[in-house]
């Protein structure tokens, strides 16, 4: 049995972290739009500070893609995400280059949005 834990899996532990230090000192009390731009800038931050010091580089698009796809996933409560209540603008998977469709997709695969960036690749090379 091994003891690696996936990279994403460390990932959605320290965002999940960020988002309940950010929920607890907010200033904002109440789910608004500036709440919720300090949650996707906080988590952006960290998405960021994690590449930034790991041996995975992908560039800032990247970045923001994929904070995107965590910030939307955020669940409110039990039935609404963060997508039912924000318009995000966010990249394409077109709009990234191939070496960060590479990477993302080795490292979050099994990750409910990894479908996309397989799916990306496949394109990419027919």
């Keep these: 049995m091994s003891n690696n834990i996936k990279f994403y899996k460390l990932l959605e532990v320290h965002l ?3 988002l309940q230090k950010t929920l607890k000192s907010s200033e904002h009390k109440e789910l608004n739009p500036l709440l919720m731009r ?3 800038n906080n988590l952006r931050s960290s ?10 580089k992908i560039s800032t ?3 923001t893609w994929l904070t995107d796809q ?3 996933r ?3 409560n039990d039935s609404q995400v963060m997508s039912d209540q924000v318009v995000i603008n966010e990249y394409k998977l077109s709009e ?3 070496t960060d469709i590479q990477i993302l997709r080795d490292l979050f695969v ?5 479908q996309s960036l397989e799916d990306e690749l496949k394109t990419r090379k027919s």
Excluded: H, P, W
Excluded at 110 to 114: A, N
């Design 61 to 63: 698009e990247a970045i």
């Design 74 to 76: 955020i669940k409110i």
């Design 110 to 114: 099994e990750v409910d949005f990894g």
């Design 38 to 40: 300090e949650i996707r």
């Design 47 to 56: 998405i960021e500070q994690v590449f930034n010091k790991s041996k995975y």
């Design 96 to 98: 990234l280059t191939q």
């Design 16 to 18: 999940d972290n960020v």
């Design 70 to 72: 965590y910030f939307k």
